[in-house]
DNA sequence: CGACCATAGTTGACACTATCAATCAAAAGG
DNA sequence: CCTTTTGATTGATAGTGTCAACTATGGTCG
């Protein structure tokens, strides 16, 4: 086996991490697709969150972006403030309802993490995810998260 | 944060592939999606294959695969033939221009994955794979769909 | 100031991907 | 036969990704 073999054991294993996930959201009685979570802990973790550094730190289109906030918006889990600075841009901000769920997600994740790692020796996790941000840089360079 | 960062990166590392995917396809002038690319190689691996194999092979909805089928059969790059032992199935097989098309898409992946994997160490892509293989196994034991 | 371009965000259109339920025909097994 | 499975298909619907056009504001510079 030289090489093509990645392909396959990409999509292979992000479906599963997906379908893991999903399931264990949904088994926590979150109504929310994936994109929305990730968009969601983004914007917990960082506190002068606007649509467009979001779009940037997730590497998506900003339309996609906004699309999931109005979504979140409404579901009442992120606010919107006026930017202090910039009229066009918005900070966003998790609402109560928003922090509340991002702990129960947290929780999920971990979870799905921990079936999925399950027969991994200790650091070998990390050694995975170092390496799999080599490739991607080597793809889309990104500076530092 | 201790591990969550394995889904932002597994999301950051497929969506580079696939990007960096497409790009090549598109490049060589092949209008298919991804989807159906791989669809097309796993029958070209698989003289035995069928729609259900290919669904098993992928991990992928039968709904899905045999939508792809249609459209790579309707591009002539497959054909279908009766089942020898099994008149609801049919073995799939690629057409003369189907085996075109796959070499020149292998060509092209071998350059996605070059692109990828150029700051890995050699045996480190190996490494990688056993390890995404492993952790997809966790999810989806053997037996899927 | 006013012309001009860049940026933040929004919207619309569309293609691709995933999931689920229902259906049909053929096979398998009493 | 009749019932249950199985391979494949279809329809419906949701989620995701990409591109283009657009609005409004900001920044620059003559």
Redesign the pocket.
């Known amino acids: 086996m030289s090489t093509p073999a990645l392909s396959d054991t990409l999509?292979r294993l992000t479906?599963a991490y997906?379908?893991r996930l999903?399931i264990g959201i949904r088994n926590a009685g979150i109504?929310l697709?994936?994109?929305?979570v990730r968009a969601l802990k983004g914007i917990a973790r960082n506190p002068e969150a606007?649509?467009?550094?979001i779009?940037a730190r997730m590497q998506?289109?900003?339309?996609?972006?906004?699309?999931?906030?109005?979504e979140l918006e409404e579901g009442g889990l992120i606010t919107?403030q006026a930017?202090p600075?910039?009229?066009?841009?918005?900070l966003l901000r998790p609402s109560r309802k928003g922090d509340i769920l991002i702990a129960k997600l947290q929780a999920v994740e971990q979870e799905a993490i921990d079936t999925m790692t399950r027969q991994l020796k200790p650091g070998e996790l990390q050694r995975f995810i170092a390496l799999a941000n080599l490739m991607a840089d080597s793809v889309t360079p990104s500076e530092g998260d």
């Open positions: 999509h479906h997906k379908q999903r109504d697709p994936i994109t929305h606007t649509a467009g550094s779009a998506r289109d900003k339309a996609q972006i906004t699309r999931v906030l109005k919107r930017h600075a910039d009229r066009r841009s918005q």
